[in-house]
């Protein structure tokens, strides 16, 4: 199967889409209330430290994704075994986000459409675009990324027109833990879920810089975050803020610009479907090469079909209501640890040590 490349820009779009995903409409945690875009600011810079991680693993091993890294530094068995905890993951996170998919829709619009026949649109429409290839798929992710910005920089100008600069007041009124407790979530979702990233930034054309992807995509990613958290807040405010499901779509729907301008709603939903199959593309992506790798397949498409059958069975059944799906965000921030700290930082310990014995080894025999 000839090579696919992907260029730095398209990398840098797929992750700041990445980022947003779900998270438009979701919302960031309100665990610090008014002060929750500090919380924001803050989960960026606690991200940091760990996105360069990332990056330097894919730095390491040019061309080689995290499964073949794996490989490389655990050997066969082991590496098999670390392999399919990632797989689990990008599987597992697949699933999460299209049942918010189909939560989403179901309660705006599409109240009568059973959920699985959303989540079989949306899972299809993912499996036909990393079918066409990551360099299709990196195409798209930069002709919508225009879009998307462009609506979203609309929707924070016009919902300034509406904010109410009390909603901030008091600051730090319940002391600055609760920030730290809201970065971490903040953290844990979305910023550290880029750890997927580590399975398709290998495609980077040669000369492409991992740092610079990761770097830009979480301060563009972050940003666009805090300016969301600001309109909410500024809107809506605390407590009605904190009863809402969908922050987002509801400060929106608030805003009125005179008799021919309002619904502005919609808007929300578009970015929020364009961003959300972006993110399904990737994690159906991470799934079905990693799977590939583990099983010897030198097709990652062939096992795209199967593993989009069984994103929508368990999507079906993981959440018992709605009100389970965001509580489930609470746990959420423990369950990744492994996936999002432990593994990549076992991964860079041995890849750095392995890397430097081969050095090593090669320095004396000469």
Known sequence: ?????????????????????????????DAAKQDSWLSVILAIIMALPMLMLYARIVHLFPGQDIFMVIHRVFGRIVGKVLSLFFVWY??????LV??????????ISLTETPQYLIQLVVVILGVWMVKGSIEVLGRWTSFVFNIV????????????????????TPMLYGGFRPVIDGAYSIFSFPLAETIIFTAVLSFLKPGANSYKVYNRGLWIGGGILLAITLGNIGVLGYPFLSTQYYPSYITVSLIDLGTFFRRFEILVAVVFLLCGLVKVSICLFCTANGLAKIFNTHDYRVLLAPVALLNVSLALFIYPSMQAMFEWVNVYRYYAIPFQILLPLLIWICAEAKLRLSKTGAIEKD
């Open 149 to 168: 910005l462009v609506i979203i920089i609309g929707i924070c100008l016009m919902a300034f027109t509406e904010t109410n600069f009390a909603n901030f």
């Open 1 to 29: 199967m000839p090579k696919e490349f992907i260029t730095e820009r398209q990398g840098l779009n797929m992750m700041v889409l990445f980022i947003i995903g779900s998270t438009l409409v979701v919302g960031v945690t």
């Open 90 to 95: 990008a599987f597992h996170l697949g699933v």
């Open 98 to 107: 299209i049942r918010n998919f189909s939560e989403f829709l179901s309660e």
